[in-house]
Structures are given as structure tokens and as C-alpha cells.
T-cell receptor
Framework: GDSVTQMEGPVTLSEEAFLTINCTYT??????LFWYVQYPGEGLQLLLK?????DKGSNKGFEATYRKETTSFHLEKGSVQVSDSAVYFC??????????FGAGTRLTVKP | DGGITQSPKYLFRKEGQNVTLSCEQN?????MYWYRQDPGQGLRLIYY???????QKGDIAEGYSVSREKKESFPLTVTSAQKNPTAFYLC?????????????FGPGTRLTVL
């Protein structure tokens, strides 16, 4: 079935460093792709999404491009802040419209 | 403010007891979902509902039950048949159940079995 594989964590960066969290997917159709963020003890919040190939989702300085040729949706940010410390989940909506989540990547940003 | 509320935030249960987790949304969304989150893992779908009085099993429905009597409410019961219920439970909703729809999540309920 459809699935998502994302970069294992944890990831630790210094403030203002460049962030990449890799996400690749397996899907039989044309899924929509999502990045969600989870702060400690909270639910998930949508960070960005892309619904078709070559779309770029962006929000709060984060970006990800839907690459059909490499089946990827990597999350990037040019300069991370301490407040970006959280767990990031890559997800896709499969052919049955079920959301499939990656295992999550924990990011810690140190001042 | 529109959103999803879950209660309680923390719940403790003795083995052999059923417990019910509350989920309410005022977003006027048709679809609602329950997920289970275990440490270091992604979310797994327990049940979903696309419309009032209808719901479908997800990947890990065994030991759980739900109801959808009102559009805004989707309570989850964790029964004594669930062998390992200690987890973080998340409720979500979406406008419809389409592949492009964003799911909006509540703050979660952490269930611990004593």
C-alpha cells in the first residue's frame, strides 16, 4: 500500500542553520502530500501541503516541492530558530483518501 | 474561534475498564477521524466517519468503538478488549474526505493504563 518514509532523527542544529528533512513516498496514484508539525504535548498542525506534481508548498519560511520523478517531498528552511524545535511529520493522502504518516523527525534547535 | 477540542487531556484507566474519549469540533466539517500515536511512530488510523450515523474501521480498530450521532461529536471508547491501550490519542476533522483536504487536529488525550 501507499507509504511514507522520512529521515530518522533526532536532528540537532544551531540557530540560523539550514534545515533539510527528507521524505520519500510510495503511491500507486497521485497523492496529495503534507508536512505537519507537532509541539510537545500538542496535536498536529498543518505546516504546508502540495496537491500535484511540481507544486511548492510554503509557510513560515519552510518549503517543500512535490517531486514526482523522485517521489520526494523534502522539507527545507533556510535559517532555523529555537522556536522551530518540534517533531515534523510527512504525510500523504492515499487512493482511499486515508492519510498515511511517516514516523516523524524530532528537530532540536540550540541557541 | 473554530477548532477541535478533546477531553480529558490526561486519562488513567485500570485494566478491565472501558473509557470514553471526547472529541468535539465547531468547524462544520463532515469528516472526523481518530488516530493513535505511540512514541517514535507515526499516527495510525483507528476509525473515521464521513457523515453522521456512519463510520468505518481504520487500520487498528480492534478493541475500540465509536459513534457519530451528531455532526460535531465523535467520541471514542477504548474497551477492555484493547490489549495495549496506553498511548496518545488524536482526533481530527476535515471538510470532506478528499485527497486534497487538510485534516485539523485536536490537542490530544494521553491515556495511561495502570
Amino acid at each position: 500500500g501507499d507509504s511514507v518514509t522520512q529521515m530518522e532523527g533526532p536532528v540537532t542544529l544551531s540557530e540560523e542553520a539550514f534545515l533539510t528533512i527528507n521524505c520519500t513516498y510510495t503511491a500507486t496514484g497521485y497523492p496529495s502530500l503534507f508536512w505537519y508539525v507537532q509541539y510537545p504535548g500538542e496535536g498536529l498542525q498543518l505546516l504546508l501541503k502540495a496537491t500535484k506534481a511540481d507544486d511548492k508548498g510554503s509557510n513560515k519560511g519552510f518549503e517543500a516541492t512535490y517531486r514526482k520523478e523522485t517521489t520526494s517531498f523534502h522539507l527545507e528552511k533556510g535559517s532555523v530558530q529555537v522556536s522551530d524545535s518540534a517533531v515534523y511529520f510527512c504525510a500523504l493522502s492515499d487512493g482511499n483518501n486515508d492519510m498515511r504518516f511517516g514516523a516523524g523527525t524530532r528537530l532540536t534547535v540550540k541557541p | 474561534d473554530g477548532g477541535i477540542t478533546q477531553s480529558p487531556k490526561y486519562l488513567f484507566r485500570k485494566e478491565g475498564q472501558n473509557v470514553t474519549l471526547s472529541c468535539e469540533q465547531n468547524l462544520n466539517h463532515d469528516a472526523m477521524y481518530w488516530y493513535r500515536q505511540d512514541p517514535g511512530q507515526g499516527l495510525r488510523l483507528i476509525y473515521y466517519s464521513q457523515i453522521v450515523n456512519d463510520f468505518q474501521k481504520g487500520d487498528i480498530a480492534e478493541g475500540y468503538s465509536v459513534s457519530r450521532e451528531k455532526k460535531e461529536s465523535f467520541p471514542l471508547t477504548v474497551t477492555s478488549a484493547q490489549k495495549n491501550p496506553t498511548a496518545f490519542y488524536l482526533c481530527a476533522s476535515s471538510e470532506w474526505r478528499a485527497s486534497t483536504d487538510t485534516q485539523y487536529f485536536g490537542p490530544g488525550t494521553r491515556l495511561t493504563v495502570l
